[in-house]
């Protein structure tokens, strides 16, 4: 289960140009850095307001734009724990699992949770709640949930791997 208190920009079409900037694509930052870099031109308070704040809940079609995998790793390293949206781009969405951030699609969720609440998600059972509420989503595969328990599909693997016999 995760549990947090909610982050909440509703806005539509949130590129990954605009969750980190193209600027620093080719920069090396190490990921305790990134969080300074999340969301600057949108809010730059962002980081800030991460650290208080674990669960992100936005609009439609959050993390449209390039398949750039630092937008999702910049979120995790500023503490966020799982976004809730009304939906995602599918490039984002899928980088963001396989760093092991969770991803809920729940427009029903978006719209009656507001900065501050708390908010406790369910992936197994595929249900967030706020306060006395609560909303369905597609539940996570078995799959899914081992790859999020791992920490990501690198550490999956690396968890998973069999040495060859010798």
């Known amino acids: 289960m995760i549990r947090g208190s909610a982050l909440v920009y509703r806005a539509d ?14 920069v090396q930052i190490p990921p305790e850095e990134m969080p300074q870099y999340a969301m600057e031109t949108f809010d730059p308070e962002f980081p800030q307001k991460a650290k208080d704040h674990s669960v992100l809940v936005v609009g439609k079609n959050f993390g449209c734009g390039s398949s750039r995998e630092q937008a999702s790793e910049c979120l995790l ?7 809730v949206a009304c939906s995602f781009a599918r490039i984002f969405y899928r980088n963001s699992i396989n760093l092991g951030l969770p991803v809920i699609e729940c427009p029903e969720a978006v719209a ?3 900065t501050g609440d708390g908010v406790h998600v369910e992936l197994a059972k595929g249900v967030v709640r706020v306060g006395e509420l609560e909303f369905a989503f597609a539940a996570y595969p078995p799959f899914v949930l081992d790859l999020i328990e ?6 999956h693997i690396r968890k998973n791997r069999k040495e060859p016999s010798s």
Not at 13 to 25: A, L, R
């Open 112 to 114: 009656a949770i507001s």
């Open 150 to 155: 791992d920490g990501g599909l690198i550490e």
């Open 77 to 83: 390293h500023s503490g966020i724990k799982a976004i």
């Open 13 to 26: 079409d949130v590129n990954t140009d605009v969750i980190w900037p193209g600027k620093y694509t080719y």
